[in-house]
């Protein structure tokens, strides 16, 4: 049974909390954009904890306001040996705007997703707040935030390059990635009397570096140089080019120390640390949560994205997709950190045992849900391997993609008395699960794993994202060509079939993407709706710092070829390559029409609005138009349409 949770159970967030610890002083006070809920999947928790772990006295600020006269920023004194600040669990421009730039009307880390408590840019606001109240005393910054604006960055809301974090914030320090291990080291550093401002050669660090000030040595690094903010301001050409460096060498498992010049400064990167073996990621994952939110929260009413997570179990960090519109493997990794059976095993425990639970864990995931303990079979040649992705453009032969200790493990947790079902919440790579693409894989294995999943963690749709049609616009998102998605439907299908299950299969898609046009969208809508698909789980490409995608759509370039690349850009382009999605909307008919007449697309055209056949309007939008037993697979079809191939120069 779950042991009686008092206030002390929580990190203090004000004075009198703190004295009931009996405290005099604090050694740390962290600072977030987020709601404190005390849960491993929440950054700010596994840094107060980890410190806390550590002996450390720990305080954190949730949700400052900035609005008044700053008296959360004073409340708790200085330190003993840093602030640390972090925006959340989201870049705090994400959580307050939509793709289209308006304010969105929820914040899903703030109780009853009230909008408001979170400024742009949290992270420089509250450090340049901290470094004018307390001058002396070091601000160190992390988080999603920091990770992702660590070099010079095209910010889409401000439509500019910006600086580092570090020249914006005024922080003393950057701590990117996941932030165990550096700060273990700063920690250990600083309790031996180094001062903050020589600690400059800890890994998985950033710092500004003076002109009057040398370049620490460190004789185990290799070096290079980027362009500078200002190459970059002037020479977009430039500014994609560092891209391919930073890419490379922060995914790298020796990788060289970054340098850009800002200004006058020196922006210096350190290597990353290597991928937390299993007994540190175990560590972090077994400290003391009480997996809940605090208690102040408890009358302002539910924090929508605690209540999303709070019976899932991620089980492991890092991804090694690599998609170019995706930030998590520049903030975890492209390399898997996986938890013990064990440790997976007593949080899902923990998590029956609270009072509220129901018998069902929301989902057994991570990143994407099917990568666990997946690694390469030769480490020597991942030791020396610069790519991005290791399943794009084809698996990588060294990657061990075997699905059975994660199928063990789904068996494992079912085994539970009081577990009554576990959902697989994650994204799965479907496109793994294919034969044809995973060719080195052991097929059954793949089948059981696919089986395991519809019969017994899914409840009514399978979500998986081929993200486009389109074979060149995949080939830049790093997604394989979309034939392995009709591959995955016949598998789908098939077992559907065998175990009268009834499931449907909801596919997410993008639009506006770097090298997407409108015909690419036209294409999309006829194939997937000739595959009996009416699209709901649709979204506008968002360009966010540290992504290729990104760097293609402010510099027009691709960062590994130089290459010129077109990317939608307009509202007016935006918007019309979206209304593909929803071909089957009455207002959208004419347009439809008249669009694909211009371009000379009948063929299109007799897909998507046929004259005879009108059975399609009959269909609410967001049900799929064939269920399982007379779904036929589009390259099956004998009356299947013949796209024309356009020509691209």
């Known amino acids: 049974m779950q042991e009686e949770l008092r206030l002390s159970s929580w990190l203090p967030t004000t004075n009198k909390e703190v ?20 849960h491993p999947t929440f950054g700010p928790a596994v840094i107060g904890r980890l410190l806390e772990s550590m002996g450390l006295r720990v305080a954190i600020v949730p949700q400052p306001n900035v609005n008044d006269n700053l008296q959360d920023f004073v409340k708790l ?29 929820k914040d899903a880390y703030t109780p009853n997703g009230e909008i408001g408590f979170r400024p742009d840019y949290a992270s420089t606001v509250y450090s340049k707040i901290l470094k004018e109240k307390w001058p002396d005393t070091p601000v160190l910054i992390g988080g999603i935030e920091g990770s992702l604006r660590r070099v010079t960055h095209y910010d889409y809301w401000s439509d500019q390059l910006m600086p580092t974090i570090l020249e914006t914030s005024k922080a003393d320090m950057l701590v990117y990635g996941m932030g165990e291990q550096p700060l273990r080291e700063i920690v250990r550093l600083l309790e031996r009397g180094v001062p903050f401002n020589s600690i400059n050669t800890v890994n998985q660090t950033a710092i500004l570096i003076n002109d009057e000030n040398d370049i620490p040595k460190n004789k185990n690094w290799e070096d290079v140089e980027i362009a500078s903010h200002e190459t970059c301001l002037k020479d977009k050409k430039a500014y994609a080019s560092n891209f391919k460096v930073i890419e490379q060498e922060s995914n790298k498992l020796a990788a060289r120390r970054i340098f850009q010049r800002v200004g006058s400064k020196m922006l210096m990167i350190n290597p990353p640390y290597p991928t937390m073996t299993e007994a540190e990621i175990d560590a972090s994952f077994d400290l003391p949560y009480t997996r809940l939110p605090h208690p102040k929260y408890n009358k302002r009413g539910p924090i929508p994205a605690y209540e999303m997570i709070k019976t899932s179990i991620n089980i492991h960090r890092g991804c090694f997709g690599g998609c170019s519109f995706c930030t998590i493997s520049a903030h975890q990794g492209k390399f898997i950190a996986s938890r013990s059976k064990e440790s997976i095993l007593k949080e899902v425990d923990k998590v029956v045992n609270m009072p509220d639970f129901k018998g ?3 989902d057994i995931g991570g990143p994407s849900a099917n990568m666990y303990q997946m690694k390469g079979k030769v480490q020597s040649i991942c030791d020396k391997c610069v790519a991005p992705s290791c399943i794009s453009p084809v698996i990588c032969s060294n990657l061990d993609t075997s699905h059975k200790p994660l199928t063990e ?23 793994m699960l294919v034969p044809e693409f995973n060719k080195n894989a052991d097929p059954k294995e793949l089948d059981d794993y696919t089986e395991e999943v519809m019969t017994k963690h899914v409840s009514g749709r399978l979500k998986v994202a081929p993200e486009h049609t389109s074979d060149p616009v995949l080939k830049l998102m790093r997604k394989p060509s979309f034939s392995y998605f009709h591959k995955f439907k016949e598998r789908f299908d098939k077992i559907n079939i065998k175990n009268k299950l009834n499931l449907q299969l909801i596919p997410y898609f993008i639009s506006n993407h770097p090298a997407c046009e409108v015909e690419d969208m036209a294409n999309l809508a006829a194939e997937t709706k000739d595959m009996g698909f009416q699209l709901e789980q649709v979204q506008g490409f968002t360009p966010t710092p540290m992504t290729v995608a990104t760097v293609i759509y402010y510099s027009g370039y691709h960062p590994y070829t130089l290459k010129k ?13 979206h209304r593909f999605f929803f071909w089957y909307k009455d207002e959208n008919k004419a347009w439809i029409k008249n669009t694909l007449n211009k371009l000379g697309r009948q063929d299109l055209l007799d897909v998507l609005l046929p004259k005879k056949d009108e059975k399609w309007r009959k269909n609410k939008p967001g049900k799929t138009k064939n269920t399982f037993n007379d779904a036929v697979p589009f390259n099956q079809r004998k009356n299947k349409v013949k796209y024309k191939k356009r020509k691209r120069k």
């Not at 040996?81 to 009307?105: E, Q």
């Not at 690349?565 to 390559?577: A, F, L, M």
Request: hydrophobic residues 30%; proline residues 5%; glycine residues 10%.
């Open 19 to 38: 004295k009931i610890r009996g405290w005099e002083y604090l050694d740390v006070i962290l600072f977030s954009g987020d709601a404190y809920v005390d």
């Open 77 to 105: 004194g200085k330190p003993r040996l840093f602030f640390g600040v972090t925006g959340g669990c989201m870049d705090p421009m994400i959580s307050n705007y939509n793709a289209n730039k308006k304010r969105r009307d």
């Open 360 to 362: 069902y864990l929301s």
């Open 409 to 431: 493990l789904y068996q494992a947790v079912d085994s539970h008395p009081k577990v009554k079902k576990s959902f697989i919440g994650s994204g799965i790579r479907h496109d």
């Open 565 to 577: 690349v077109n990317t939608p850009k307009t509202r007016k382009e935006k918007d019309e390559q």
